[in-house]
T-cell receptor, first 108, second 115 residues
Framework: AQRVTQPEKLLSVFKGAPVELKCNYSYSGSPELFWYVQYSRQRLQLLLRHISRESIKGFTADLNKGETSFHLKKPFAQEEDSAMYYC??????????FGTGTRLQVFP | NAGVMQNPRHLVRRRGQEARLRCSPM?????VYWYRQLPEEGLKFMVY????????ESGMPKERFSAEFPKEGPSILRIQQVVRGDSAAYFCASSSQGNDNYGYTFGSGTRLTVV
């Protein structure tokens, strides 16, 4: 079964500090991974797909097959980045199973 | 394209009543997923449906919960005889096909409060 682990429930940083939200996966085959973001009391939104290798709102995520990780990074956090972040593979084979999520708090 | 529409946004029910949550997928999407988000917890998969079929209900509680996605109309998540522990945000997502590499589109959720 495809699984992801987000070891941190809460990550607090000050504005301007670098951010790394951890995600480790464990399953065989070619992984397809996503990061979703949920701002306060809003719907989940797709933030990144690893296959697109794009940067959204300054966030990037690189798939590291050796470490089986897909950490989300941003060099300089902004207050508006405060949100809940979920890592997810596409499921086995047809449903999204999210990690437990990491709440990012960016203090001014 | 109105996106995934969920209603109501907020629902208050007394213990023992029934709750009906509706989800209209994006136009052209025939796959619907329901998730529950308990306070201060992550998203838990509940059920995956296609038109007139339940594909995977491995995340549904064994009792009181049911879901359907009829040929016409929205998908319905039904909770009978609600209890306080059912209070949560329920999110629906849709996709054009399972295992969609473009990700899923989520609705704004229904916040159920059981009093």
């Amino acid at each position: 079964a495809q699984r992801v682990t987000q070891p941190e429930k809460l990550l607090s940083v000050f504005k301007g500090a670098p951010v790394e939200l951890k995600c480790n996966y464990s399953y065989s085959g070619s992984p397809e991974l996503f990061w979703y973001v949920q701002y306060s009391r809003q719907r989940l939104q797709l933030l990144l797909r690893h296959i697109s290798r794009e940067s959204i709102k300054g966030f990037t995520a690189d798939l590291n097959k050796g470490e089986t990780s897909f950490h989300l990074k941003k060099p300089f956090a902004q207050e508006e980045d405060s949100a809940m972040y979920y890592c997810a593979p596409p499921g086995a084979p047809d449903k999204l199973i999210f990690g437990t999520g990491t709440r990012l708090q960016v203090f001014p | 394209n109105a996106g995934v529409m969920q209603n109501p946004r907020h629902l208050v029910r007394r213990r023992g009543q029934e709750a009906r949550l509706r989800c209209s997928p994006m136009k052209g999407h025939s796959h619907v997923y329901w998730y529950r988000q308990l306070p201060e917890e992550g998203l838990k998969f509940m059920v995956y449906l296609q038109k007139e079929n339940i594909i995977d209900e491995s995340g549904m509680p064994k009792e009181r919960f049911s879901a359907e996605f009829p040929k016409e109309g929205p998908s319905i998540l039904r909770i009978q005889q609600v209890v306080r522990g059912d209070s949560a945000a329920y999110f629906c997502a849709s996709s054009s096909q399972g295992n969609d590499n473009y990700g899923y589109t989520f609705g704004s959720g229904t916040r159920l409060t059981v009093v």
